[in-house]
T-cell receptor
Framework: NAGVTQTPKFQVLKTGQSMTLQCAQD?????MSWYRQDPGMGLRLIHY???????DQGEVPNGYNVSRSTTEDFPLRLLSAAPSQTSVYFC??????????FGPGTRLTVT | DQQVKQNSPSLSVQEGRISILNCDYT??????FLWYKKYPAEGPTFLIS?????DKNEDGRFTVFLNKSAKHLSLHIVPSQPGDSAVYFC????????????FGKGMKLTVNP
């Protein structure tokens, strides 16, 4: 099993650009989530999904969109990138929201 | 307002000794607690958890203690090994809700050989 995969590993965007961070898992997990990690802030939940077709907001959802059309994939879309969205983004999946498997992360810089 | 607090940003211990990582929480609705470990350039990995109906949970060298009245939990690693050097995150959730985790800021543990 590949586990949770994220692409790209690194990305530089200009302010106002849009992009999609990809996340895929091959463990047939119903629960998937996106977090951002900022220095001194820990991990903060952006959006999560409890199954295909079901998504909900986390702690910091503004500026991000998600959709879950399949069990395997949970992409995160940045609509109009801002410098405040410079961060490391982690996707995770699990049988529940508790014991999740995290991907390796995407380091995003917005200039 | 931070609901899960890891007040010490770092801890350094000698190999073979005990490491004690502390975590405090403010939300009395939290009833499930977890520890995650993170190495540089990798995603966090689940380490151990405890439900509020227990006050202790052990898994090998790792033990988590929960003091509900003090809203405090701690992770004990005995004996500490150099491979335990990582950032440790405390997380909490209210099980009656949607399983959303609230993470602390993390603590960097360094185990010296």
């Amino acid at each position: 099993n590949a586990g949770v995969t994220q692409t790209p590993k690194f990305q530089v965007l200009k302010t106002g650009q849009s992009m999609t961070l990809q996340c895929a898992q091959d463990m047939n997990h119903e629960y998937m989530s996106w977090y951002r990690q900022d220095p001194g802030m820990g991990l903060r939940l952006i959006h999560y999904s409890v199954g295909a077709g079901i998504t909900d907001q986390g702690e910091v959802p503004n500026g991000y969109n998600v959709s879950r059309s399949t069990t395997e994939d949970f992409p995160l879309r940045l609509l109009s990138a801002a410098p405040s969205q410079t961060s490391v983004y982690f996707c995770a999946s699990g049988d529940s929201g508790y014991e999740q498997y995290f991907g390796p992360g995407t380091r995003l810089t917005v200039t | 307002d931070q609901q899960v607090k890891q007040n010490s940003p770092s801890l350094s211990v000698q190999e073979g000794r005990i490491s004690i990582l502390n975590c405090d929480y403010t939300n009395s609705m939290f009833d499930y607690f977890l520890w995650y470990k993170k190495y540089p350039a990798e995603g966090p990995t689940f380490l151990i958890s405890i439900s509020s109906i227990k006050d202790k949970n052990e898994d090998g060298r790792f033990t988590v203690f929960l003091n509900k009245s003090a809203k405090h939990l701690s992770l004990h690693i005995v004996p500490s090994q150099p491979g335990d050097s990582a950032v440790y995150f405390c997380a909490a959730s209210a099980q009656g809700g949607s399983e959303k985790l609230v993470f602390g800021k993390g603590m960097k543990l360094t185990v010296n050989p």
